[in-house]
């Protein structure tokens, strides 16, 4: 009995191991620095990345290639401090032709707020569909995972599994859709202008440092600039069937955390699109 328990467990552990081996590549398989190569270092065998703003720079780093579906997935730790107009991002952004499209996860605080998880979607260059949600636990404390599946049906943004906000393709009925490969972006910035007009960050508190992890990425590597048939493939997992939508279970957990926790929904403003009926 003991040994064929030591035995399942040696057995539980070197699978774990080598999944996150798997999972686990040094930055630069990816990804290269794109600015602020001062504020920007690798850690831990390059398989973890600190970036931080002060007054003279903030820094960003962003994918190799362009993928046109996917699960992107990564741990992020936001800044500890007073984030007053100091934002730390996680997005996918695609400029082509000076057309962008955008799918962001922004971690900000808004009237003296903090740990607000702003969410934003640019398709053909227009933006405008923000929600905004407090974050039930502190960013800042720890590594959470922050993901998004990108396939022809629709966007899913995740919290640590928790679905927080599902954009679904309906260009069908007239609603959009981006259609464009995207590089994988993540950045720390500040603006006197926002979230919070006029106010300047506080930069007694600087440097403002964000850690981010798991530089493996799930998608779709393309070259083309408009949208690629193969990426839609059921090859890939996350263009499978079952991720067309969302699960019974999943649907109960998104419903609950917008319950709870948005605070607001451009959809609020313009109900009528057709991109926010349900
Ligand atoms: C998006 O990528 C383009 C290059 O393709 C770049 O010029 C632009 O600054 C990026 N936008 C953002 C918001 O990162
Ligand atoms: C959106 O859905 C339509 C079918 O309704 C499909 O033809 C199109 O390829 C989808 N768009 C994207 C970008 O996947």
Redesign the pocket.
């Known amino acids: 009995m003991a040994s064929s328990l030591l035995f399942i467990f040696v057995f539980v552990v070197l699978a774990c191991e080598n999944a996150s081996a798997a999972t686990d590549v040094p930055f630069e398989e990816n990804y290269e620095t794109l600015w602020g190569y001062d504020h920007i270092s690798l850690r831990n065998q390059n398989r973890e990345l600190r970036m931080f703003l002060d007054q003279h720079s903030g820094a960003g780093f962003w994918s190799l290639r362009r993928y046109g579906s996917g699960f992107f997935r990564m741990r992020i730790k936001t800044p500890p401090k007073d984030t007053t107009n100091i934002v730390t991002t996680y997005y996918l952004n695609s400029t082509i032709d000076n057309i962008r499209d955008e799918i962001d996860f922004e971690f900000i605080s808004k009237d003296r707020r903090p740990n607000i998880l702003h969410t934003n979607l640019f398709i053909n260059g227009r933006g405008g569909r923000e929600q905004e949600l407090v974050l039930w636990f502190d960013p800042s404390a720890d590594f959470h995972d922050y993901a998004l599946l990108f396939?022809?049906?629709q966007l899913v943004w995740f919290v640590d599994d928790t679905p927080i906000r599902v954009f679904k393709?309906k260009?069908?009925i007239g609603g959009s859709?981006?259609?464009q490969p995207a590089k994988v972006m993540a950045t720390i910035w500040s603006s006197p202008n926002w979230p919070s007009p006029g106010k300047q960050p506080n930069w007694a508190d600087a440097p403002f440092i964000a850690d981010y992890q798991g530089f493996s990425i799930d998608g779709c590597v393309t070259q083309s600039t408009t949208?690629d048939p193969q990426c839609?493939s059921s090859n890939y997992w996350w263009n499978q069937e079952k991720y067309w939508q969302l699960d019974t279970i999943q649907q109960q957990k998104l419903l609950d955390v917008r319950k709870k926790y948005l605070i607001y929904d451009y959809c609020t403003r313009i109900p009528k699109s057709p991109e926010c009926k349900s």
């Open positions: 396939n022809q049906h393709n260009t069908s859709f981006p259609t949208s839609y």
